[in-house]
């Protein structure tokens, strides 16, 4: 034996419901995308859209031809449920499935229509055909009574034809009071539907508002967006110069290590010349000892000027070298620490100058 209820339509979907207080926000009915899929009962010739997470039902939703699914976003749609009393979300992977969903609710849709339609004139066909047959059973029964007489004969002569159309006349009561009884719930359902429209209406102004608010909160989340991506670009370009600027650190790194090294020659080579400097005092007094020399030379000179007439021009020269040297001195004492070899010479000057005095 077949199932009585089969699916038609499967596809997959992340599921959200209606907040049941606030009426305007969402809440997840499923933490992923879950199989959302359309049945159809062969027996109440009705359809439903049944969606499972697990054990857990989310999605019970018969439909009715006052439904409609309203997509709105590129990826989102949803429709009110007044049996349930909540409205049904559904986020979809792509445009192609949400237009597929909306299309197949269509389809859904117009065919609840029709077999709403074909049910209810089943009833008024069924109602038609009863009134008439408790019409055309009155007279058989009247002609019956006058024929056979009194009643208890009645039941011992019945006609089996009569007895056929009495037995029919009565499930046609019974369908009829039934019909009634129905009718009446219809009219309660269509009245319940009415106000629960009422509410979706109500329920669907808001989703608009909330669908607006949505989107501006979209297009300033967009702009932030926006902004964060400018900044994230301006990040990039100063992390590019921050590796140039690491670049240039390494070089000068190298550079500085090299004028240490440099530094270091430097202070060897001048702590040489301060070793050399110690000496300075030494020749400074031996430079003072020949200008004592040279004094008692030019007395000695000035005494004996009466009597070697032809050493005076040797003595003019012994001054005039005497005054060069001294210059030279002064000069060397301004430029000592570069003028180490200088001094060597001069000292080896005055040494000639010693020996030719």
Not at 114 to 138: I, M, V, W
Request: aromatic share 6%; with cysteine; charged share 30%.
């Amino acid at each position: 034996m077949p199932p009585r209820e089969q699916p038609i339509y499967t596809t997959r979907a992340h599921v959200f419901q209606i907040d049941p207080t606030t009426k305007k926000n969402w809440v997840p009915a499923s933490k992923q995308a879950v199989t959302v899929s359309y049945f159809y009962d062969s027996t109440r010739n009705s359809y439903r859209i049944i969606s499972v997470d697990g054990s857990k039902v989310i999605i019970n939703s018969t439909i009715t031809p006052n439904m409609t699914f309203t997509k709105t976003s590129q990826k989102f749609g949803q429709w009110a449920d007044s049996r349930a009393n909540t409205v049904f979300g559904l986020g979809f992977a792509s445009e192609q499935q949400l237009a597929k969903f909306s299309e197949k609710f269509q389809e859904v849709k117009e065919a609840a229509k029709l077999a709403r339609d074909k049910s209810q004139d089943k009833g008024e066909t069924l109602s038609n055909h009863s009134q008439e047959e408790s019409g055309r059973d009155t007279p058989s029964s009247n002609r019956a009574s006058s024929i056979n007489g009194t009643d208890d004969e009645k039941f011992l002569h019945v006609d089996p034809e009569e007895a056929v159309l009495q037995t029919e006349n009565e499930h046609l009561k019974s369908a009829i009071e039934q019909s009634n009884t129905n009718a009446k719930k219809w009219e309660t359902e269509l009245q319940t539907l009415r106000e629960n429209n009422a509410r979706l209406v109500d329920a669907l102004q808001e989703s608009s508002a909330n669908v607006e608010s949505w989107k501006k909160q979209l297009g300033a989340c967009k702009e932030e967006s926006d902004t964060l991506r400018e900044k994230i670009a301006e990040l990039e370009a100063q992390c590019n110069e921050a590796n140039q600027e690491k670049q240039r650190n390494a070089q000068l790194s190298v550079r500085v290590q090299e004028l240490e090294a440099e530094l270091h020659d430097k202070e060897q080579e001048l702590e040489n010349l301060r070793k050399q400097a110690e000496i300075i005092p030494q020749l400074m007094a031996e430079c003072e000892s020949i200008t004592t020399k040279l004094q008692t030379a030019e007395s000695r000179n000035k005494e004996l000027e009466g009597r070697v007439d032809g050493l005076q021009l040797d003595i003019d020269d012994s001054q005039q070298k005497q005054v060069n040297m001294k210059g030279e001195l002064k000069k060397f004492m301004d430029m000592l620490d570069g003028k180490i070899d200088e001094l060597h010479e001069f000292r080896q000057g005055l040494s000639k100058l010693g020996v030719d005095n």
